[in-house]
């Protein structure tokens, strides 16, 4: 792909959108057959990134008067629907009727196959369409709840997904990376660089996946424990993490030593590779 961005000029692209179709279509065909790696997805998030960073927050674009590109961040996230498919319910929250066939079905069609809710995209029309497959019973909630509601779910599942996904890949570790702004909440801070043994932490979904929407929410949100820590989530952590950066693994086996740590939660993992055996990660 860099070999195709170097021969290319600025003449070969008639607007801003061909050029991000391009870049797109380039990727697609460097990792056609891999691209479900965790390896193959690090590579790829890595390199858009450094494309849309360099071209979309520019002043300037050499596309004379048109529009800096807008990569199309929106095609469908596989593994997150497999693993969405294999669940018997999804738990959104309390409000709603979590095995409601049409809540289940949009969610799925719209926020993990095609990428509603991605970069804060939620529209007033998207918000109110969930509203109606959630059959009235958020009616009374405004725009703010339900888009948690819906970006605390996506993530959710994305990051479920995407621990099983080390897990098959062999990663031992993972390591958690916030984004640190002034949006950044006290314990995705302090748990920013920590680290998190990939098969404790792929175990306890194994174990959220077989529960019902009710159990979950008793196990990680209604319990004594869940209370304790939804009323002060960095205090409740801050004593459970080794000195070399370690997650415990008590606490990983709860639900609560992985992301997300709370709603809209924006911190991710990512596997390292540099972890050997069961003996903790170099960088730690």
């Given at each position: 792909?860099?070999?195709y961005?170097r021969?290319a ?6 607007s ?9 279509e ?8 891999s691209?479900?790696?965790a ?9 858009t ?9 520019r ?8 529009k800096a590109?807008?990569l199309?961040?929106?095609s ?11 669940l ?11 095995r ?19 970069f ?11 509203r109606?497959?959630?059959?009235g019973?958020?009616?009374n ?14 993530q959710?599942?994305?990051?479920y997904?995407?621990i ?10 993972a390591r958690v ?5 002034a949006k ?5 801070r ?11 932490a792929?175990?306890a ?28 989530p ?5 004593d ?5 950066g370690?997650?415990q ?31 903790a990660p170099?960088?730690?």
């Open positions: 792909m860099l070999g961005l021969n000029d600025t003449s070969d692209f008639s801003a959108d061909d050029f991000a179709d391009a870049i797109v380039e990727i697609k065909i460097a990792y056609q057959g691209f479900e790696s390896r193959a997805e690090t590579v790829v998030r890595r390199t990134k450094d494309i849309y960073t360099y071209y979309r927050v002043d300037t674009t050499p596309f004379g008067d048109s590109p807008t199309r961040f929106g469908a996230d596989t593994r997150a629907v497999r693993f969405f498919n294999e018997d319910g999804h738990y959104f929250s309390s409000f709603v009727d979590n409601r066939p049409e809540l289940q079905k949009f969610f799925r069609e719209q926020y993990l196959e095609k990428g509603a809710a991605l804060g995209r939620e529209t007033t029309e998207s918000i109110n369409d969930f109606i497959a959630a059959g019973k958020l009616d909630v405004n725009d703010y709840g339900v888009r948690t509601i819906i970006t605390s779910s996506v959710r599942i994305r990051n997904a995407h099983q996904s080390l897990r098959q890949g062999r990663f031992k570790w990376v916030a984004i640190l702004d950044t909440s006290p314990v995705c302090y748990m920013d660089g920590k680290f998190i043994r990939v098969k404790v792929a175990e979904i194994d174990r959220f996946t077989k529960m019902e929407p009710g159990e979950y929410a008793l196990d990680l949100y209604k319990s004594e424990l869940g209370k304790a820590y939804a009323k002060d960095l205090a409740y952590v801050k459970r993490v080794e000195a070399n370690v997650i693994d008590s606490l990983v086996a709860e639900g609560r030593g992985f992301l997300p740590y709370h709603p809209n939660c924006r911190s991710r993992a990512e596997g390292v590779e540099e972890a050997v055996g069961d003996e170099k960088e730690a």
